[in-house]
């Protein structure tokens, strides 16, 4: 199969239908760029992330999987800033054109991108290692986006859904083949992994509410010190209100599963901060968002981040997830 036939058959033709609901594509896949009708009380917001086999999935991961996850890292990421998912754009590069491969993860991405009204555009196929890159495209109203530099000192500090459950859900992956077959909670934890949930409704539930907003993509502790940093602030975080699923503590006992919570990567949660004078406000608010939301700590005056446990000092690695971290 050549690559003009790969693009007609997994992805022009099945992303057409939602082209053509939307109304804002003026031209899409099959010419040199697209062509978007951009909403004129609107303002855009971009991201772009890249996958790649053996460092951000597992070498026989499922393609449906691979599709899903492309995407929803992406929506996590516009989620994160409040916005309104409209179109995306995909590079991937594969090592041979299999229609065993394309298939399902032409599935996996066109299916997420149905759920949330997103439109597939445009993008490149290419040779080489299995990499995949989306760009996501989305909308706010002008001044309402969500940024992790506006919270201050005494905001509290929330995470929505249960942490830790995708790190855990890797290693149950990983150790698969020798495992034998898994349980109702184990594969609960797999589908954490294998497909996140992009936290696309609270995140336009908290524009104009939150005063900072990260998604959670490189470890809890991590990404709540990139927010308090970025807001000029420190972070104190109560590991004894961490939201723990059953199945994390069942899979790895209650100790392990805080410090799967605290530092475990992939989980694309949103963690944010709002001023406690208007917590009544965000209560109302969460009453129509089906997402578990914790208040797990505050921000600070002091800098640097506190994890305490019963009054007790937790020391955790605070660095989160680096691609070219050697040590």
């Avoid at 104009?208 to 970025?230: N, R, T």
């Amino acid at each position: 199969m050549g690559e003009f036939e790969l693009i007609e058959c997994y992805f022009r033709a099945a992303a057409q239908g939602l082209v053509s609901q939307r109304g804002d594509v003026i031209l899409g896949i099959g010419d040199d760029a697209a062509l978007l009708d951009m909403p004129a009380d609107r303002q855009l917001v971009a991201a772009l992330d890249t996958l790649v086999e053996g460092r951000h999935f597992p070498a026989d991961c499922a393609p449906a999987s691979i599709g899903h996850r492309a995407l929803a890292v992406n929506l996590s990421d516009l989620a994160a800033m409040g916005a309104d998912p409209a179109w995306c754009l995909l590079a991937l590069t594969l090592p041979r054109a299999e229609p065993s491969f394309l298939q399902p993860f032409s599935d996996g991405l066109l299916a997420l991108a149905r759920r949330y009204g997103v439109a597939l555009v445009g993008g490149d196929t290419t040779g080489g290692p299995l990499s995949v890159s989306v760009q996501a495209l989305g909308f706010v109203p002008p001044g309402t986006a969500l940024r992790r530099d506006a919270g201050r000192a005494g905001d509290l500090l929330y995470v929505s859904g249960t942490p830790g459950d995708a790190a855990a859900g890797l290693a149950l992956l990983q150790a698969a083949a020798a495992a034998g077959p898994a349980d109702a909670q184990q594969q609960y934890l797999l589908q954490r992994f294998l497909y996140p949930e992009p936290r696309i409704e609270l995140g336009r539930a908290l524009r104009g509410l939150a005063s900072a907003c990260i998604d959670v993509s490189d470890g809890l502790v991590a990404d709540a010190g990139k927010l308090a940093v970025a807001s000029g602030c420190g972070a104190a975080i109560d590991a004894a209100q961490l939201p723990l699923s059953d199945a994390l503590i069942h899979a790895v006992g209650t100790e392990q599963a805080v410090l799967h919570a605290l530092t475990g990567g992939d989980d694309y949660e949103l963690c944010f901060t709002v001023p406690a004078a208007r917590r009544a406000e965000l209560e109302a608010r969460l009453t129509n968002v089906k997402c578990r939301v914790t208040c797990i700590g505050l921000l600070e005056k002091q800098s640097g981040l506190r994890v305490t446990r019963n009054g007790a000092a937790i020391h955790c690695d605070t660095r989160g997830y680096d691609h070219f971290r050697t040590g």
